[in-house]
């Protein structure tokens, strides 16, 4: 059973920063990985993504101010994010492309999401 399972959640003050993390269990093999996230009444939309070989991608939104990074040892994944604003506040989600084993599909496991909110 793979099991994807966030931290690093919480309220901050604007221009503050939060580093989140995901932990991927339950398969050894893990391809691409990436943070989305969804505020009330919007879209999930993708906020940054991390290959395998650690190519990186990013939101327009947030270029600059965050910063994605993985160990695939242990099937981790960070996002560290720095100059938040309000607009940042939203439920942040895990997902990573993963199969429990050589004979399975690869799909996308999600977390269940943690909470970053701003103040001003």
């Known amino acids: 059973q793979v099991q994807v399972v966030e931290s690093g959640g919480g309220l901050v003050q604007f221009g503050g920063s939060l580093r989140l993390s995901c932990t991927i269990s339950?398969?050894?093999?893990?391809?691409?990985m990436g943070w989305y996230r969804q505020a009330p009444g919007k879209q999930r939309e993708l906020v940054a993504s991390i290959n395998m070989a650690g190519s990186s991608n990013y939101a327009e939104s947030v270029k600059g101010r965050f910063t994605i990074s993985r160990l695939n040892v242990n099937h981790t994944m960070s996002l560290q994010m720095n100059s938040l604003k309000s607009e940042d506040t939203a439920v942040y989600y895990c997902q990573a492309q993963a199969r429990p084993s050589l004979l399975s599909k690869v799909i996308d496991y999600w977390g269940q999401g943690t909470q970053v909110t701003v103040s001003s």
């Open positions: 339950g398969s050894n093999f893990v391809y691409d």
